[in-house]
């Protein structure tokens, strides 16, 4: 089945530090989506990308959809304390009802 | 705003017992519908998923099943629960248009004993 390989699987960097992660696959992807999860809750939402090639910012977060389809990445600027948590990608094969998740990248912040 | 509830939030269950978890989806009409589980630490992995009422796609053969009784209402149980089962559940759903986009509820943590 279809696979995303997500990278790295975990970070430990400063507080103010940048932030840089990403996904691949060897399938086309016609949606990207990036999701956080705090400990003990539900994924919310970051961004989502529809189009290849787009380039879409929602605050300190950047995230691009790979212009092959097949890749996607996750930027973080100055990062701050509450962004410690694990960051899922996940995409989607138009048609299928289904996502395919990466495995999830643990950032940890220290002070 | 669409919204996705999930209850109980935590559950520990002994061996053999059934289990019935709810999920219920507000704001939107005519959802797909997502069961996942996550073990501690680990990624999603999808168990069930639900384009309509009364249709259920299994994803993995398990001891659990699915059903979904109303358009905004999705069911996972069990009638027997065995160690394994014990992890973290989500559900999800699309809203709107959207249909690539998964929203996922706050989780319920089942733990058995």
């Known amino acids: 089945g279809q696979q995303l390989n997500q990278s790295p699987q975990s970070m430990f960097i400063q507080e103010g530090e940048d932030v840089s992660m990403n996904c691949t696959s060897s399938?086309?992807?016609?949606?990207w989506l990036w999701y956080k999860q705090d400990p003990g809750e539900g994924p919310v939402l970051l961004i989502a990308l529809y189009k290849a090639g787009e380039l879409t910012s929602n605050g300190r977060l950047t995230a691009q959809f790979g212009i092959t389809r097949k890749d996607s990445f996750l930027n973080i600027s100055a990062s701050i304390p509450s962004d410690v948590g694990i960051y899922f990608c996940?995409?989607?094969?138009?048609?299928?009802?289904?996502?395919?998740f990466g495995q999830g990248t643990r950032l940890t912040i220290n002070p | 705003s669409q919204t996705i509830h999930q209850w109980p939030a935590t559950l520990v269950q002994p061996v053999g017992s059934p289990l019935s978890l709810e999920c219920t989806v507000e704001?939107?009409?005519?959802?797909?519908l997502y069961w996942y589980r996550q073990a501690a630490g680990r990624g999603l992995q999808l168990l069930f998923y639900?384009?309509?009422?009364?249709?259920i796609s299994s994803e993995v053969p398990q001891n659990l099943s699915a059903s979904r009784p109303q358009d905004r209402q999705f069911i996972l149980s069990s009638k027997k629960l065995l160690l394994s089962d014990s992890g973290f559940y989500l559900c999800?759903?699309?809203?709107?248009?959207?249909?690539?986009?998964?929203?996922f509820g706050p989780g319920t943590r089942l733990l058995v004993l």
């Open positions: 639900s384009v309509g009422i009364g249709q």
């Open positions: 996940a995409g989607q094969n138009g048609g299928a009802q289904k996502l395919v």
């Open positions: 704001g939107t009409s005519n959802p797909n």
């Open positions: 999800a759903g699309t809203m709107g248009e959207a249909q690539e986009t998964q929203y």
């Open positions: 399938s086309i992807f016609n949606t």
